[in-house]
């Protein structure tokens, strides 16, 4: 059975899924860096000055060790332009590869 999982484990699909993966993490930090460091603050200068990370609609403010109960909508904004860029990206990356894939099929008909 070890052996079988070494096999497994070392087929292309399955090293290309892992290396596709830990790109994927790295890739998203960038994003979020972008988001949190270079977009918000842009933002907020031209919003005057509102730190979407913050907003958030309080349901039961916080009383005593009781923690408060609220909707942090401004990180669910931040999270939804993150995934906005990614799917961009994605997007970019899809479309100059099918631009290869035709220009690649174009030169073996020649």
């Known amino acids: 059975m070890l052996r079988e999982f070494r096999t497994f484990i070392a087929q292309?699909?399955?090293?290309?899924?892992?290396?596709?993966?830990?790109?994927?993490?790295a890739f998203g930090?960038?994003?979020?860096?972008l988001v949190e460091d270079i977009i918000n603050p842009i933002l907020g200068i031209l919003t005057g000055g509102i730190d979407f990370s913050e907003l958030k609609i309080v349901l039961r403010a916080a009383v005593g060790d009781t923690p408060e109960v609220a909707i942090r909508y401004g990180n669910f904004?931040?999270?939804?332009?993150?995934?906005?860029?990614?799917?961009?990206?994605?997007?970019l990356i899809v479309k100059a590869a099918n631009r290869l894939r035709v220009s690649t099929s174009l030169e073996k008909k020649e």
């Open 29 to 33: 930090k960038i994003t979020t860096s």
């Open 77 to 91: 904004l931040n999270i939804v332009i993150q995934f906005l860029i990614i799917a961009w990206v994605v997007f």
């Open 12 to 25: 292309g699909n399955v090293l290309d899924l892992a290396v596709g993966v830990i790109i994927g993490a």
